[in-house]
């Protein structure tokens, strides 16, 4: 009974936890903007609409990795999916939710090019150094 | 950070030399575990610090968080003091558990006043969070060893993975996010607003 309750009572906690996190996450970047490469590549600007998440997260995986950015970008992704799920079932019957999920689905695909941003400069500086050495 | 490489390093020379069934790597093993526990207890206690600085309570959190420390040893106690005569080496065990659900339940005070005072600090609220999916995890983790013994493996390899999430989170926050960086909580409630 005990270990049910914990376990219930954690589960809660997690989602609200990892929730806010990834809005942490999403909002540290939200503010940066996007080089005119990437604003070229993407067709984004300021802002993202949840329909370019996948195009973008294509592009982001054609550039090499950047271990610092991996673990984010995969927390971002699992929030997207979160929030598919959520637009799925609880948000079609309820206006204001479905509208919150898409605008953050836009942000997560916004986070998603300003990593696709940081890639490409890593691409490049990697690129530097061999042609230095 | 330090004490936990020193206790993996620990850790494995003891597992090299005595084998993972050996009652020493047990002992070794969950004791340790509580001092990393409690260290991880200090360490949002320091949290705690940091968030009331400007109120001056840095007293009143240090007695606060001695006096739960102390309750839930206790509490810990009577129950293994009541389901076994092993008590030294359960004891250890049950308060290592329930130190992680008291951390838990911390953490989510801590972040609710972290919205409530409007902390803007975004490496601290990083730092918040991350602790509070960690904890969650680890908590829910240990609950689902109680309610399913027979998958006991497969929930003690899931920790090794859970583990690395804080230090690579708390990593993330101190080398990436400059101390300046600044963010609105209000934006990261779950709630839409």
Redesign the interface.
Known sequence: MM??V??V???V?????????C???I??SAKQPLSQEVQDVTGLKNSASREDFARVTQLLHLCPERP?DR??VHAIGAYFSLLGVLRATVARFIP??RE?TSLEQGQCAYFVAVALDRRIAFSRELLAQQMDA | MLACAAVSIGRFQILSSHGFTSAEYVYFYYYSDLLLTIGLYCALMSLYAHVFEEMGAERLVRFGALLLLLGTSAFSFLIVEQASNKIVSRFVVELSQNLYFVGLVLTYVLWAAILKLRETRTRLIQIVLSLGVYLSLFAADYALRNLYPSQRSLFISLLQVIGLFLPLTWAYAFWRLPEEARMAPARLAVAPR
């Open positions: 270990a049910s914990i376990f009572v954690s589960l906690c997690l989602l609200q936890f990892f929730v806010s996190y809005r942490s996450v909002a540290a610092e673990n984010r204001s939710l919150w």
